[in-house]
């Protein structure tokens, strides 16, 4: 009888053992394999990372209708007429759009901004708006502020108007400057990107061949002219063709420039060059520059803040030679009834984009 009840109690411990054993196996195999119901085994998902448009992708959105949203590429073709709208996440954004819309402060565009995003409205939009569109998130510190070049959006926006294949412009005959060191180009922008765009000369007629390397065309720009000389002066226009008649530009007066870019080239000179008590002198600063840069004089002398001076400036486009055109800009300084402390250094400073120069004369009394 003791014999029997040792080989049940030992009976039960072993088979206590296996139940053990295969439950600790059971939880390893659930934790290991990851095992789904019906067998199948489960991906592991690692977290979605946040959508922060990086490059290649772009935040500048079309809003469609019925709240439909496109995201715009490099170049965006649309009809004129239909009120667009476009958005760019963000809650701090900048915009830029074609600069006409700011000098005619037109009423048409208006920005309005969100915790969320910013959106730019333009109302019955023509050929005359069709340009580039972008927006940029803006990064503060503090109180300083600038654009995140990082996250720069920007779209060419063709509003494509079958009666007006070229871009229509405030100034029916443009003058376009050429210079030796630095392309130039003839604005003649269209609407469509696959009209067919030629270059012409007024007299004698000619067509100028765009060829890839000294004239390429760029329907964003117009006519780029790589290496331009003296001998592409003249009257210019271009010709578009898509379906049907073709259409002519505004015309463009091509002037070559003599004066190379830099700072100013300045002289002065004192009229007369010696004087008496009582007398009156003129200071002439004169600068030759190219045509279109502005040019901004500084004056210092030996009765300033106590002697009364009259200063008055201007400038005009001189022909030099066959051809070649300089701006003459001219700041004339005159002190009139002459006294002890007007003798002495007068000094001109002018300044341009690229620089400023400085020079001097004295002035003594006779």
């Not at 199948?40 to 990086?54: A, F, L, Q, S, Y």
């Not at 060191?181 to 007629?205: F, G, I, M, N």
Request: glycine fraction near 8%.
């Amino acid at each position: 009888m003791k014999l029997w009840v040792v080989f049940c109690l030992a009976v039960l411990w072993v088979e206590l053992q296996n139940g053990a054993c295969q439950q600790v196996k059971r939880r390893k195999d659930v934790g290991e394999n990851r095992i789904r119901p019906g067998g199948k085994r489960g991906k592991i998902r690692n977290p979605k990372i946040k959508d922060v448009g990086g490059k290649g992708q772009s935040l500048l959105t079309h809003v469609l209708d019925k709240g439909r949203f496109v995201r715009l590429g490099q170049t965006t073709t649309l009809t004129p007429g239909k009120d667009i709208e476009l958005r760019c996440k963000g809650n701090s954004i900048g915009w830029s759009y074609p600069t006409y819309l700011d000098t005619f402060n037109d009423s048409r565009l208006s920005i309005k901004h969100s915790d969320k995003y910013s959106q730019l409205i333009l109302t019955s939009p023509s050929a005359a708006d069709t340009g580039s569109y972008s927006c940029w998130v803006i990064v503060c510190d503090g109180t300083e502020c600038e654009m995140d070049h990082e996250r720069t959006y920007a779209s060419y926006i063709y509003f494509t108007d079958r009666d007006n294949l070229f871009v229509p412009s405030a100034i029916h005959f443009e003058i376009v400057y050429l210079r030796p060191d630095k392309p130039a180009v003839v604005p003649c922008r269209v609407t469509d990107p696959q009209a067919k765009v030629s270059l012409h000369r007024e007299v004698p007629p000619e067509e100028i061949t765009a060829n890839e390397t000294l004239v390429t065309y760029d329907p964003t720009k117009g006519f780029i002219l790589q290496s331009p000389s003296s001998e592409l002066q003249g009257v210019f226009y271009c010709k578009a063709v898509t379906r049907g008649t073709p259409q002519i530009s505004t015309k463009y007066q091509l002037l070559y420039v003599e004066v190379p870019s830099g700072p100013p080239f300045v002289s002065l000179e004192a009229s007369p060059e010696s004087v008496r008590g009582g007398d009156n002198v003129n200071f002439t600063c004169t600068v030759l520059g190219e045509p279109e840069v502005d040019v901004s004089f500084t004056w210092s002398y030996p009765g300033q803040g106590r002697r009364p001076v009259h200063i008055h400036t201007s400038w005009r486009l001189v022909m030099r030679g066959m051809g070649h055109i300089t701006r003459v800009t001219q700041s004339v300084m005159t002190v009139e009834d002459m006294e002890t402390i007007d003798f002495g250094n007068y000094i001109c400073k002018a300044k341009n984009p690229r620089g400023e120069t400085m020079v001097s004369t004295n002035l003594i009394s006779k």
